[in-house]
């Protein structure tokens, strides 16, 4: 079974501070992974995505993550958050289209 | 632009009322899904279809019912069955054919509730 868990519901950060949102992964075939983004009464948005390659993404808006197979991770990060960052992220796993996605990480940036 | 136009954007539904969602969607994909949000348990699958005439039960299918007649279309039905209905709907679409490479597409949602 495929499954994602992302660790913690709410992060809060200073604006210009390092975001770092944490989502680790169980998949019995090699995955393909997502981040997306939601603003307030609005669908998901694709941040970036791992399928094969390079395992140090990079997105829109600023955002990277990286694949790390031996701890089974793929957090989300981002240098200096930025007011507009404040969103609710999902992380996902897709291993054969099935895509199973985390609970998700309200994020908010203060002033 | 191609995309997937899900409406209306706010919806209210009566106590016993059946109500139907809109899910279009231009890209081409043969995969659409219907999935529920409700605060802090993000998102769970209603139905999905692969195919047109072709659709199955989700995580939480029980009171919810789907059809796909047309590529483009996968309207979803609120029956009077469903206990909770008040939530953010999200519809997507995929191409399953490439294994989930390309992830997937989401329209805007419409948000019901129930009054």
Redesign the interface.
């Known amino acids: 079974a495929q499954s994602v868990t992302q660790l913690g519901s709410h992060v809060s950060v200073s604006e210009g501070a390092l975001v770092l949102l944490r989502c680790n992964y169980s998949s019995s075939v090699p995955p393909y992974l997502f981040w997306y983004v939601q603003y307030p009464n609005q669908g998901l948005q694709l941040l970036l995505k791992y399928t094969t390659g390079a395992t140090l993404v990079k997105g829109i808006n600023g955002f990277e993550a990286e694949f790390k197979k031996s701890e089974t991770s793929f957090h989300l990060t981002k240098p200096s958050a930025h007011m507009s960052d404040a969103a609710e992220y999902f992380c996902a796993v897709s291993p054969l289209g099935d895509m199973r996605f985390g609970a998700g990480t309200r994020l908010t940036v203060k002033p | 632009d191609g995309g997937?136009t899900?409406s209306p954007?706010y919806l209210f539904r009566k106590e016993g009322q059946n109500v139907t969602l809109s899910c279009e969607q231009n890209l081409n994909h043969d995969?659409m899904y219907w999935y529920r949000q409700d605060p802090?348990?993000?998102?769970r699958l209603i139905y999905y279809s692969q195919i047109v005439n072709d659709f199955q039960k989700g995580d939480i299918a029980e009171g919810y019912s789907v059809s796909r007649e047309k590529k483009e279309s996968f309207p979803l039905t609120v029956t009077s069955a469903q206990k909770n209905p008040t939530a953010?709907y999200?519809c997507?679409s995929?191409i399953?054919q490439?294994?989930?490479?390309y992830?997937?597409t989401?329209?805007?949602?419409t948000?019901l509730t129930v009054v």
């Open positions: 997937i899900q954007k995969a802090g348990q993000g998102l953010f999200l997507a995929s399953p490439t294994g989930g490479l992830g997937y989401f329209g805007s949602g948000r």
